[in-house]
């Protein structure tokens, strides 16, 4: 059964009370696909970390516990969801370890060249082109870095969710997007869950 086009929409970005509901449900449904992510980004315990739309900030946790001598930042448009990571991280964040902001992917708030790897999953479909969200990326990565992504690829994606805010993309649009955006990528590695297939993406500056 397809979600109801309000809960797509709070999919996208949470506020409000039925918006932290969302997040506690997303915390729990992305777990398997954000621990392959992360077993995908190979961290270093020295790594400059980012994660774009971080959401309810359980893998923000787990990366700032991996790289526990490096720095880990955050880029979320949901005010909402700002506030539900900043209370799972603020011991890291008073420590100055951890940073969160609300913000958008196609405007990063960060230097050219600040961070060695970024993780984003199931992002790609809130964005309304591919093109200046991967150059964006491409452009805080540091030469060699490393980004990590992963969204579904399987027919049936389109019918679970609203496609006036969901936009899925098939492998080949995503490798040809990050290619234009100066990225080199791996082939993609495909993982099943009951209906969903989740493609993982390796791509490096």
Not at 72 to 96: F, K, L, Q, W
Not at 137 to 157: Q, S, Y
Request: proline fraction near 6%; include cysteine.
């Amino acid at each position: 059964m397809r979600r109801p086009e309000f809960i797509a929409r709070q999919s996208a970005c949470p506020s409000g009370l039925l918006g932290r509901l969302v997040g506690h449900v997303m915390s729990r449904e992305t777990v398997t696909a954000n621990e392959t992510a992360l077993e995908l980004l190979e961290l270093e315990p020295t790594d400059q970390v980012l994660e774009v739309g971080f959401g309810h900030g359980a893998t923000i946790a787990r990366v700032a516990a991996a790289v526990s001598g490096g720095f880990v930042a955050g880029v979320d448009p949901s005010a909402e969801m700002c506030r539900m990571a900043a209370r799972r991280n603020h011991r890291a964040m008073a420590c100055g370890r951890v940073e969160l902001r609300q913000g958008a992917v196609e405007d990063l708030p960060y230097p050219d060249g600040t961070f060695d790897k970024v993780l984003t999953v199931h992002t790609l479909y809130f964005w309304p082109d591919l093109a200046q969200p991967f150059r964006e990326i491409a452009r805080v990565l540091k030469v060699g870095g490393r980004l990590v992504l992963a969204h579904r690829t399987d027919p049936g994606a389109g019918r679970d969710f609203a496609p006036p805010v969901y936009r899925f993309r098939d492998d080949d649009e995503v490798a040809h997007a990050l290619r234009q955006a100066g990225l080199v990528c791996a082939d993609p590695v495909h993982q099943s869950g009951g209906r969903a297939t989740i493609s993982f993406r390796v791509a490096r500056r």
